[in-house]
């Protein structure tokens, strides 16, 4: 069956420092790729998606994502974090050619000052 | 502009009295699904509906139902709700034939 790994449930980092949030997924062929963010009381938005071409995907707010086949990643990244960043990141996969979204159980990042 | 509304965002309710939360999309998407959100679990799809009158069971179907009379709405129907019902709810949408999904604000629901 198709899942979504986040190993990290809880990443803290220094406002202006770098950040990588984790991704594995399982599914045979290569799915599409989301990243969502929720911020505090509201809903997902789309940070950045994947469905074929270039490995390195840019997103929006500075966040961009590199798709590792061998490795089944799609880990975020971000060279420097700010306080408005502090949010929970969801990573997502459609298997194939559907419409259902697959998610991880998502990572919290806390931005200090 | 393009947006998914759920109503209410807030409820509260008592076990057994049935509720419903409504969601509309103004994009004319074909394809929406409900999911609950629960800590530790992240986003987990309840039902889908790929177009008027087709829907579907989605991973944790048991206590909803839904319907899709129109193309615009994808309500999502607790007809006696428990505590473990108890959740964050997003409706989303997305055109069909492709994945990205627009989601609601979602609907915190407390069932007592």
Redesign the interface.
């Given at each position: 069956a198709q899942s979504?790994t986040?190993p990290d449930?809880h990443i803290t980092v220094s406002e202006g420092a770098s950040l990588e949030l984790r991704c594995n997924y399982s599914y045979g062929a290569t799915p599409?790729l989301?990243w969502?963010v929720q911020s505090p009381g509201?809903?997902?938005?789309?940070l950045l998606?994947y469905?074929s071409g270039d490995t390195l995907v840019q997103g929006i707010k500075g966040f961009e994502a590199e798709f590792k086949r061998s490795q089944s990643s799609f880990n975020l990244r971000k060279p420097s974090v700010h306080w408005s960043d502090a949010a929970e990141y969801?990573c997502?996969v459609?298997p194939g050619?559907?419409?259902?979204?697959i998610?991880?159980?998502?990572t919290r990042l806390q931005v200090f000052p | 502009e393009a947006q998914v509304t759920q109503n209410p965002r807030y409820l509260i309710t008592v076990t057994g009295k049935k509720l419903t939360v409504t969601c509309s999309q103004n994009m004319n998407h074909e394809y929406m699904s409900w999911y609950r959100q629960d800590p530790g679990l992240g986003l987990r799809q309840i039902y889908y509906s790929m177009n008027v009158e087709v829907t579907d069971k989605g991973d944790v179907p048991e206590g909803y139902k839904v319907s899709r009379k129109e193309k615009r709405n994808f309500p999502l129907i607790l007809e006696s709700p428990s505590p473990n019902q108890t959740s964050l709810y997003f409706c989303a949408s997305s055109f069909g034939g492709g994945p990205e999904a627009f989601f609601g604000q979602g609907t915190r629901l407390t069932v007592v």
């Amino acid at each position: 069956a198709q899942s979504v790994t986040q190993p990290d449930i809880h990443i803290t980092v220094s406002e202006g420092a770098s950040l990588e949030l984790r991704c594995n997924y399982s599914y045979g062929a290569t799915p599409y790729l989301f990243w969502y963010v929720q911020s505090p009381g509201q809903g997902l938005q789309l940070l950045l998606k994947y469905f074929s071409g270039d490995t390195l995907v840019q997103g929006i707010k500075g966040f961009e994502a590199e798709f590792k086949r061998s490795q089944s990643s799609f880990n975020l990244r971000k060279p420097s974090v700010h306080w408005s960043d502090a949010a929970e990141y969801f990573c997502a996969v459609a298997p194939g050619n559907t419409d259902k979204l697959i998610f991880g159980t998502g990572t919290r990042l806390q931005v200090f000052p | 502009e393009a947006q998914v509304t759920q109503n209410p965002r807030y409820l509260i309710t008592v076990t057994g009295k049935k509720l419903t939360v409504t969601c509309s999309q103004n994009m004319n998407h074909e394809y929406m699904s409900w999911y609950r959100q629960d800590p530790g679990l992240g986003l987990r799809q309840i039902y889908y509906s790929m177009n008027v009158e087709v829907t579907d069971k989605g991973d944790v179907p048991e206590g909803y139902k839904v319907s899709r009379k129109e193309k615009r709405n994808f309500p999502l129907i607790l007809e006696s709700p428990s505590p473990n019902q108890t959740s964050l709810y997003f409706c989303a949408s997305s055109f069909g034939g492709g994945p990205e999904a627009f989601f609601g604000q979602g609907t915190r629901l407390t069932v007592v």
